[in-house]
């Protein structure tokens, strides 16, 4: 709903772009606050205000804050930001299920195609050589970074993963140039993994973070001057807040990531490939208890 009142903005008339302006500044206060003191806030009179709701195609001001306060929202503090305390079971199963599905989908229009491409070459280069590759995160992206170094090292390639903080600088003191590691983070502002990204980048390793916009992580992998060419940002951003949510979207996002990673870095490793893995996958049913008819 925000996004499409933004998007509306140049087409409104001042006075109007005024009210969406207000709306935008702070949606929950524009929800709670009555006409007089909204067309008050936005310079405007209260007719306006009610044109201005009519114009981005809501009933009326009643009908526009009603579907405002739903979209903006911040469901329970600590938990999740789509559920209330009163849902059902059966509200909980398709609040969270849209959630994600509505992040997955969203993240599929702002991936970016090339930071991808990089990403992939700099690993499957890194891969066919023989160079490390390394994951790094911690806390919930530690437990992501482990979920990478297993999608990997079926490729057969040196992949490892490390989530203890001294662990990741003695790790990223041994890089070299030619080596890879993926630094996961929700914030992008762990000390630690900043840290570790710093030594990484010092010995010519190249760098690829998976963090959201902005965050201190990512303008490290943006770069800039000499050696900026191995820094290489994956951004992934949703509405979470990492400050008051437990890491849920933003986990399934950095997993996507991984899969994307994994199926085109296998697609370009050598052809002896896909053997290794049919083996593997041959190897693995003596694990498994037989179906019995």
Known sequence: ??????????A????????????????RSFASLPVTELAERSHVSKP????????????????????????VNEGVPFVHRAVDEDDKSGDIIVKVIDNAVSALLRYRNDATNHAFERAIT?????GTAGRRIEFYGVGNSG??????????????????????????????????????????SNSGRSRDLLDAAEIARKKGATLIVVTASGSPLALMGQGSGPGSANQILLAVDHPEDYDRYSPMVSRLLHLIVIDILTTAVALRLPGELRPMLQEI??????????VQE
Do not use: W
């Open 1 to 10: 709903m925000l996004d499409r009142i933004r998007a509306s903005i140049p």
């Open 12 to 27: 409104l008339p001042p006075a109007e772009q005024r009210v969406a302006k207000l709306v935008l500044a702070d949606p």
């Open 48 to 71: 306006t205000v009610v044109r201005f709701c009519r114009s981005v195609g809501y009933d009326g001001l009643t009908d526009f804050k009603r579907k405002l306060a739903g979209s």
């Open 122 to 126: 700099a690993l499957a280069e890194a």
């Open 143 to 184: 437990i992501v970074a482990l979920d990478a170094e297993h999608k990997f090292f079926r490729l057969g390639v040196t992949a490892v993963a490390c989530s203890d903080a001294h662990v990741q600088v003695m790790s990223a003191t041994m890089l070299k140039p030619g080596d890879c590691v993926v630094i996961f």
């Open 281 to 290: 996958k041959k190897n693995l049913r003596a694990k498994r208890y037989l």
